[in-house]
């Protein structure tokens, strides 16, 4: 089993920054994908950002250009930076990790970002 906790979550004018974190602990894959997907209310989950272990990235193409994400292998931790944020990008972001391209086998529960307008 895999356990992931998620920070950093909170309330932030549109323009501003906000840095989660996800910290993983329990039997980690040494070869894993962890991920950021995001839900807003009455809207369907979406994988918005994912790092692989050979570093390739993905981002999905509404945040790219404002979110980073990064992770810190020893200390299994996942981050997203994220910048110039939207009242679109209200949501509850969830960690995700696993050993396929798409990070889908545990899940953390979540934090939630308010972007207000």
């Known amino acids: 089993q895999v356990q992931l906790v998620e920070s950093g979550g909170g309330l932030v004018q549109a323009g501003g920054s906000l840095r989660l974190s996800c910290v993983a602990s329990?039997?980690?894959?040494?070869?894993?994908?962890m991920g950021w997907y995001r839900q807003a209310p009455g809207k369907e989950r979406e994988l918005v950002a994912a790092?692989?272990?050979?570093?390739?990235?993905y981002y999905a193409d509404s945040v790219k250009g404002r979110f980073t994400a990064s992770r810190d292998k020893p200390k299994n931790t996942l981050y997203l930076q994220m910048d110039s944020l939207r009242p679109e990008d209200t949501a509850m972001y969830y960690c995700a990790t696993g050993t396929q391209p798409i990070p889908v086998d545990y899940w953390g529960k979540g934090t939630l970002v308010t972007v207000s307008s």
């Open positions: 329990g039997r980690i894959a040494s070869r894993n994908t």
């Open positions: 790092i692989r272990s050979d570093a390739n990235t």
